[in-house]
């Protein structure tokens, strides 16, 4: 009404993809080459826990991978959106101070498991893998989430080491 800008919404997801091509092989496709900052905004993972399994690291008492894929997508069917149901209560239980929780968890991640020598896009993706830890041990602390305690960080940890090495170290890529 006055002629000022209004704030711009800010978006910060994390999200997974599923699609077999990388966003640096599909935009070879098109002959260009992903930026530094590219690749910091969009994380690629190796898709194989190198356990023999494909994506798993362990068989949960299956036979096999496939097999552990066919239960998971059962159990997924049985049980969608309990998990979110009760995080979102979780949430809105006491924002404040689950906000300050995940923030100290988040710093004690990253003293913890930061390479000092990392470059500020090393330090980006670290962020965003503290804020996984953080909220994924949140979530298992409050129940909601069955698995040993540390074992979100465990899981944040392996997969941003396994980053560092897919990128080839902690140095930047750009000058």
């Known amino acids: 009404r006055d002629g000022t800008a209004k704030p711009p919404e800010r978006f910060r997801l994390v999200?997974?993809?599923?699609?077999?091509?990388?966003?640096?092989?599909?935009?070879?496709?098109?002959?260009?080459?992903?930026?530094?900052?590219?690749?910091?905004r969009f994380i690629e993972l190796p898709a194989d826990a190198?356990?023999?399994?494909?994506?798993?690291?362990?068989?949960?008492?299956?036979?096999?991978?496939?097999?552990?894929?066919?239960?998971?997508?059962?159990l997924?069917?049985?049980n969608t959106g309990t998990v979110a149901d009760a995080f979102l209560n979780l949430l809105c239980g006491n924002?404040?101070?689950?906000?300050?929780?995940?923030?100290k968890a988040r710093k004690v991640w990253l003293e913890t498991h930061l390479p000092q020598d990392g470059d500020g896009q090393v330090m980006r993706v670290g962020n965003k893998f503290a804020l996984v830890a953080a909220v994924g041990e949140?979530?298992?602390?409050?129940?909601?989430?069955?698995?040993?305690?540390?074992e979100a960080e465990k899981a944040c940890l392996r997969l941003f080491n396994?980053?560092?090495?897919?990128?080839?170290?902690?140095?930047a890529h750009e000058a």
């Open 76 to 78: 997924a069917e049985c």
């Open 95 to 103: 924002r404040a101070g689950i906000a300050e929780s995940v923030a």
């Open 50 to 74: 190198d356990k023999g399994y494909g994506v798993f690291d362990c068989l949960h008492e299956q036979e096999d991978g496939n097999r552990l894929s066919i239960h998971l997508k059962h």
């Open 162 to 171: 396994d980053w560092i090495a897919r990128r080839g170290g902690t140095q």
């Open 138 to 150: 949140l979530a298992i602390h409050a129940g909601i989430l069955p698995w040993p305690a540390g």
């Open 15 to 40: 999200f997974l993809s599923s699609g077999e091509t990388g966003l640096a092989a599909k935009m070879q496709e098109g002959g260009k080459q992903p930026k530094a900052g590219q690749t910091v």
